[in-house]
């Protein structure tokens, strides 16, 4: 749990200098479209960073449960955000990893899926 929240408040801060950089580094450097598609994958990630912070929170989940849902969102970030963020900026070519978005956002999904069971689940 320890390693989850550390982790998490370094997405957190990643993605703050990441929104930056693309609101004053890349806004000059980027077609509009490109910078847009920028802006999602920092979105994104910022939602699941809160998501997370809640997660391992909660004092309502096995320490397995927290890691589970940690671990998936985790690579939905790297996969989905982290791609995003190598395409949009022209660092790789989108024919070269087209496939990473969408896994990445499989992640995501099945993150979320996770936790809605979790809940369901969950001793009261």
């Avoid at 957190?12 to 910078?35: M, N, Q, V």
């Avoid at 927290?66 to 690579?75: D, P, R």
């Avoid at 022209?90 to 896994?103: K, L």
């Amino acid at each position: 749990m320890k390693r989850n929240l550390t982790i998490t408040a370094v997405l957190g801060a990643l993605t703050i200098i990441l929104g930056a950089f693309g609101a004053h580094g890349l806004k000059e450097r980027l077609d509009p479209e490109s910078l847009k598609v920028f802006e999602t994958g920092v979105r994104y990630m910022m939602y699941h960073v809160i998501v997370l912070l809640f997660v391992n929170s909660y004092s309502g989940f096995t320490k397995k449960t927290k890691n589970t849902i940690s671990s998936i969102f985790f690579l939905g970030i790297l996969f989905f955000s982290g791609s995003v963020f190598l395409i949009s900026t022209g660092i790789v070519s989108t024919s070269n990893i087209w496939y990473i978005t969408p896994i990445g956002g499989f992640f995501l999904i099945f993150g979320w899926i996770k936790l809605s069971i979790s809940f369901y689940f969950k001793e009261e």
